[in-house]
């Protein structure tokens, strides 16, 4: 059974706007921290944006005013409205959970199968 399902991905023109969704299985969800991650081709996996269940939110300096990462607690969804989308912004988007909260790799014990963004220029 899966517990992260992403959905939401696709393509879009630079200067655009996409929401990416993820519903998470219920002892996930009460968990603190979820977040999103990215990697595009030949590039590393990088945090995104994170969200503690306190309301405390984390972003990539380079998504800051564009991204925001959000929470339906009745839904057990999180999602991630992308604005302004620029084409470095393309690659996989994958919903984490992490053992602690911060947007690094090591602190992800949980991934989603990803959802494809591509942006055009």
């Known amino acids: 059974q899966e517990e992260l399902v992403e959905s939401g991905g696709g393509s879009v023109q630079a200067g655009g706007s996409l929401r990416l969704s993820c519903v998470v299985s219920?002892?996930?969800?009460?968990?603190?921290?979820i977040g999103w991650f990215r990697q595009a081709p030949g590039k590393a996996r990088e945090g995104v944006a994170g969200?503690?269940?306190?309301?405390?939110?984390d972003y990539l300096s380079s998504v800051k005013g564009r991204f925001t990462i959000s929470r339906d607690n009745a839904k057990n969804t999180v999602f991630l409205q992308m604005d302004s989308v620029k084409p470095e912004d393309s690659g996989m988007y994958y919903c984490?959970?992490?053992?602690?909260?911060?947007?690094?790799?090591?602190?992800?014990?949980?991934w989603g199968q990803g959802t494809q963004v591509t942006v055009s220029s």
């Open positions: 984490v959970h992490m053992f602690l909260c911060g947007l690094h790799v090591a602190w992800v014990d949980a």
């Open positions: 219920g002892h996930i969800y009460s968990s603190n921290c």
């Open positions: 969200s503690e269940t306190s309301g405390v939110t």
